[in-house]
């Protein structure tokens, strides 16, 4: 009988077989040098176990050790072995190989690890354990990994949508907003594709416009740029979108050109409100005018209110003059206040600021009755002659005492507060002289209505054009007293008025701190005059001294309404 | 003291970096009084453009290191470029965002490379100060597989001592040869696990001590030298251990700056894509 012993080894890299035949019945197999097969492992008892032919087959038995026999994962003490079976023992496996029952046995010996390089495998390294480069985490599947993180998470965020809790939502598509939109478009909820109708594009003036159909900045503007040029969403520092530094302003105004090429029309070179802002400009267009021209408050010569209105200022604002006409003294607040918002003038209006000392009486025989204010003399003769018709027949037996030669009451306007002079009553009898009564009461009553310029009642305040060719009446120019003056600048009376309160507690010095000190309203005495600030009184305060706002925007739209608020004819039936 | 990257030529790049960040920062200033800066601006596009590229050179940095042939710098000062201009985008990355950070992916790209530039920084420091610690283990210490060759022979001669003996003997010679050798990867617990390297040799002579009564009389005089053998394994095994804690104290943070730069990078291209693709344009 013999044994075949086939070891398989590894000499300089290359996989070696190294066959040995041991003689005999049995063979001894241990760690001891004696054995036939000699395994090297210190588990494996110096006389670990035995395979010896007996009645015709091979037996393995085990020699009592401590770290046992196995045959197919069993421990066994002793056990027939046939082909194909492998035993285990310590590290090794020994694989049988049998041609037939009787037949040679062959062991094909592996050694499970190669642990400590024994049979000349290659030498396991105690190093690596320690290296990082031999972790199972290396660089490269970090990286791979940290990738499927990093991009896979927010991709999923974004397929999955938002996520709410309670009444807050996050959404996803803030992962890609480089910061938040402003409260005032909060309302289109992140659907982006609402402003950004095209990719690699940024939004255009198109996907504003349906909100926001805003006017151009000016006909003659060489360019106009889009609106994400000027306001820019997602910039998360809470500023409002209209909040524009002076730098977009100055990028066209530090040298405007216009689409024309003619030079512009007030300054070509505007850098900053003390660095070329020329002097302001009333918008000034009489009554007969078509076209709104602009006047430089500087320019004393040209710059008059065609306005058609007729006030003196002097005199409404002069107490002692006031007081010999037996009127309380008045001063700027009587008459100009400030609109619901604080900002500009509310409209003068006859009721309201004239009407208490300017009473239209048309005839001292109906006293505390006047004509409707705001209608052409055309558009009152009818009142009139209902009014004397009904008198006449009152008094159609009625005599009175002739009137007065040379009398001139008629003409004579009565100033607010005279005593009424008694008039003259018209004889009455018939209907001929009731119709004739009548037209006399009317024809005084218009007399004292229109005629003789400022002295009459209408003419007083407005002026009177003469009739035109087959009409008998007179026509009240209807005065255009502007809500704006400078329609391209905005304005706010009352926060003006709080930051200038401690110069002075006198409301009135305090208006005529502004409202040309150089003259003072209460001087003016024609109805000419404009009695506007000019530049030179902002920038006391506007300046790098003074302190206050030097921003375009504190007093400029871009996408201002421009001359379209100006000039709207005052309520003339008030 | 040899001159470290750091240091390299008298801190020029240093210097060179110490003043392009001032300037930035005060163009930045200057401009942030007339916009609210961002990315958007000519200022924030112009900071973004620069960072990019910044960007772009501390990653050809990886490839530069490894080509040994280049002649264009030499590789130190590539080294100190490299740190402190990976510093410096720490700032400009700011400045190109106006200092705006958010939940979203533009902000997660300069948290990546924050984490790229601090475990670099970190890196950096470590590469200056741990080298001189490894003077401890004496000039025949190199790194290399020395030390796994000097074990590996260690437990040859221990198993050979063993070869023939009693089962007992075998036993401690196993359990010797076990000792101390990890069974899996330990090179990240290494890390922040300061294993006990200090056992004395007082205390193994005394476990040897111990294991005597247990072998048979005939093998005493081979049990002195697997003790001499198994000493010899202890102070090797110590050696490697603190050896290779220090040496993977200057690589792990390589672990952090390698894989999140790459990552950094993707972001980054993913952070300019979006941005484009809902539309850029540039505003005063």
Not at chain 1, 319 to 347: I, T
């Amino acid at each position: 009988m013999a044994f075949t012993i086939i070891r398989h080894n590894v000499l300089n890299d290359q996989a070696a077989t190294q066959q040995t035949q041991v003689d005999g019945n049995s063979l001894e197999i241990g760690r001891g040098t004696g054995n036939g097969l000699v395994l090297e492992d210190l588990h494996i008892a110096l006389r670990h176990a035995v395979i010896e032919y007996v009645d015709g087959r091979y037996v393995i038995k085990d020699l009592e050790t401590t770290s046992g026999t196995y045959v197919g994962h069993r421990s066994v003490r002793i056990r027939p072995l046939a082909h194909g079976d492998v035993v285990h023992i310590g590290n090794y496996n020994l694989r049988i190989g049998l041609a037939s029952r009787e037949g040679p046995l062959t062991i094909d010996v592996t050694r499970q690890t190669g642990d400590e390089g024994a049979d000349g495998r290659a030498a396991v390294s105690y190093l690596a354990r320690y290296r990082l480069s031999e972790s199972v985490w290396t660089k490269g599947r970090l990286t791979v990994w940290g990738l499927v993180l990093v991009l896979g998470v927010p991709v999923v965020l974004l397929l999955f949508g938002n996520i709410s809790w309670g009444k807050k939502t996050w959404r996803a598509t803030n992962l890609l907003a480089p910061g938040g939109v402003t409260q005032a478009h909060q309302f289109i909820g992140h659907d982006c594709a609402s402003c950004h109708t095209e990719t690699w594009k940024a939004p255009t003036t198109t996907s504003c416009t349906p909100c926001h159909p805003s006017p151009v900045h000016h006909a003659n503007q060489v360019s106009s740029p889009d609106c994400v040029s000027c306001h820019r969403e997602h910039r998360s520092d809470h500023k409002p979108l209209t909040k524009m530094g002076d730098h977009f302003c100055v990028s066209c105004h530090g040298d405007l050109q216009t689409d024309t090429g003619k030079p512009p029309q007030f300054a070509q070179h505007i850098r900053a409100f003390e660095d070329g802002h020329p002097e302001f400009s009333a918008a000034l267009k009489g009554p007969h005018e078509s076209k709104v021209t602009r006047v430089k408050l500087s320019d004393k010569a040209a710059l008059h209110d065609p306005g058609a209105m007729k006030l003196n200022h002097e005199l409404h604002l002069t107490p002692e003059r006031m007081k010999k006409l037996g009127f309380k003294p008045l001063a700027c607040a009587n008459c100009h206040r400030a609109d619901k918002q604080g900002a500009y003038m509310a409209p003068i209006t006859y009721t309201e600021h004239c009407a208490q000392c300017h009473p239209l009486e048309f005839d001292e025989r109906f006293p505390g009755q006047v004509v409707q204010h705001g209608k052409q003399p055309e558009g009152i003769q009818d009142f009139l002659k209902d009014n004397f018709t009904r008198r006449c027949l009152e008094r159609s037996v009625e005599q009175t005492a002739p009137p007065q030669e040379g009398s001139d009451a008629g003409t004579e306007r009565r100033r607010p507060g005279q005593a009424l002079a008694l008039p003259r009553e018209p004889q009455v009898a018939t209907a001929a002289s009731v119709l004739q009564c009548r037209d006399e009461g009317v024809r005084d009553a218009q007399k004292r209505l229109y005629a003789g310029g400022k002295q009459s009642v209408c003419g007083l305040c407005h002026t009177l054009q003469d009739p035109v060719a087959g009409a008998q009446l007179p026509t009240v120019v209807p005065p255009t007293i502007p809500e704006r003056w400078l329609p391209h600048g905005e304005f706010h009376h009352q926060v003006h008025m709080r930051a200038m309160k401690h110069r002075t507690a006198d409301n009135q010095a305090l208006c005529e701190s502004c409202h040309r000190p150089d003259l003072g309203a209460s001087k003016s005495t024609q109805t000419t005059d404009i009695l506007l600030p000019g530049i030179a009184s902002c920038q006391e305060c506007h300046s790098a001294s003074g302190g206050a706002s030097l921003q375009c925007v504190t007093c400029h739209r871009y996408h201002d309404e421009g001359m379209k608020s100006i000039r709207k004819p005052m309520q003339a039936a008030r | 003291m040899h001159e470290n990257f750091w240091a390299y030529r008298r801190y020029f790049w240093g210097k060179l970096t110490l003043v392009s960040t001032l300037v930035l920062v005060m163009v930045y200033i200057v401009s942030s009084q007339k916009t609210s800066p961002n990315g958007g601006t000519l200022v924030g596009l112009t900071y973004g453009i620069l960072s990019f590229l910044a960007i772009l050179l501390l990653m050809y940095y990886g490839k530069r290191k490894r080509s040994y042939t280049s002649k264009h710098w030499s590789l130190r000062a590539w080294l100190s470029f490299h740190v402190y201009i990976g510093i410096m985008t720490l700032i400009l990355v700011p400045l190109h965002a106006g200092f705006k950070f958010g939940f979203d992916i533009h902000t997660l790209a300069y948290v990546l490379l924050a984490i790229v530039v601090i475990s670099g920084i970190l890196g950096g420091i470590l590469y200056v100060l741990l080298p001189r610690r490894f003077n401890q283990f004496g000039e025949e210490v190199t790194y290399g597989n020395n030390s796994d060759e000097e074990l590996r022979r260690i437990i040859r001669q221990m198993r050979a001592l063993a070869a023939d003996k009693s089962q007992a003997f075998a036993d401690i010679c196993q359990a010797e040869i076990d000792h101390g050798v990890p069974k899996h990867h330990v090179g990240w617990s290494l890390l922040w696990n300061q294993r006990a390297t200090a056992a004395t040799l007082a205390s193994q002579i005394e476990e040897f001590e111990g294991y005597l009564a247990r072998i048979p009389d005939a093998e005493q005089s081979t049990f002195q030298n697997l003790a001499r053998l198994a000493t010899q394994k202890r102070e090797l095994e110590n050696r490697i251990t603190a050896q290779m804690r220090l040496q993977n104290l200057l690589e792990a943070w390589l672990y952090v700056h390698l894989p999140v730069s790459i990552i950094m990078l993707v972001v980054v291209i993913v952070h300019i894509l979006v941005v484009f693709y809902y539309g850029y344009v540039v505003s005063n």
